[in-house]
């Protein structure tokens, strides 16, 4: 019963959590954009490129980390969890895009109105970022099983040219000298 009801407050305490920072977070974001870009396009274009991919690469190859099997189950669950906290901005700015609030609504028009460009160039730099994260992950992949391929056939090259033992060569090292000489 106890804790059904630390459950309980919990998720009251996470749903105000949540209801605060959807009415703060997508204006105060906007706010910050605007003021950084200043209402030029190729300032938008170029900080909205830079967070997307930034913002996206980042959280890719944190939360790929996770994968590694030294690390316990709540230390995987921690960097995940970082992974999607380095992706703030673009949450963010995908708030602001797509919400249905009226903080989402006032960060949108102030993104438009004086940060042309960031919206669209966010969206297009996290997808870069993302592939780019993706296309490492896969040259590091290939990159260890390539090495793990050259050190298996150098030790069979290794196995193949070494002497049998019994052989001529390997006798020559332990052969005794003749009674006579």
Known sequence: MRRIVVVLALVV????????LAAALPRWWSRRV?????????????????YGFVFSFLPVLVAWQARRPFLKWPWKIAVVVLGVALAAPNWLTLSI???QNSASDAGWIKLVN????FQWA?????VAGVLAALALIVLMFESGRRKRQVSKLRNELAERDAPPAGTAESND???EDPPHA
């Open 122 to 126: 966010t969206l297009f730099g996290a």
């Open 114 to 117: 004086d940060a042309p460009g």
């Open 173 to 175: 090292l332990h052969r």
């Open 97 to 99: 895009s797509l919400g």
């Open 34 to 50: 605007a003021d950084q870009v200043d209402g030029r396009m190729t300032v938008g274009v170029f900080w909205g490129l830079f």
């Open 13 to 20: 305490i996470a749903l105000v959590i949540y209801g605060v």
